[in-house]
Nanobody, 120 residues
């Protein structure tokens, strides 16, 4: 099992910045990827950014050049640095982790979410 706790959300004006944190606990040694997703009201949950245990990253086109995902394995923490925020970035942001079990099956875990609101 893996537990994920997010923090860092809040209210910010357009053009501002926020940094989200996600602390993982539990069976963290077998985590293979961590990612941030977001869900705005009436929309489906979408991938924002992901990072592998080897440090490879990927981003949604809408956040490329503005958001940066990073991972501190020593602190079991993933971060999402969000710059040049836009009102359309307003959503609940969720941390996601995938863990490979002993049989090779990949388990998926979610945090409780943190609200990010960008005012115009």
């Amino acid at each position: 099992q893996v537990q994920l706790v997010e923090s860092g959300g809040g209210l910010v004006q357009a053009g501002g910045s926020l940094r989200l944190s996600c602390v993982a606990s539990g069976s963290i040694s077998s985590i293979i990827t961590m990612a941030w997703y977001r869900q705005a009201p009436g929309n489906q949950r979408e991938l924002v950014a992901g990072i592998t245990d080897g440090g490879m990253t990927n981003y949604a086109d809408s956040v490329k050049g503005r958001f940066t995902i990073s991972r501190d394995n020593a602190k079991n923490t993933a971060y999402l640095q969000m710059n040049s925020l836009k009102p359309e970035d307003t959503a609940v942001y969720y941390c996601n982790a995938k863990r490979r079990g002993r049989t090779g099956f990949v388990y998926e875990y979610w945090g409780q979410g943190t609200q990010v609101t960008v005012s115009s």
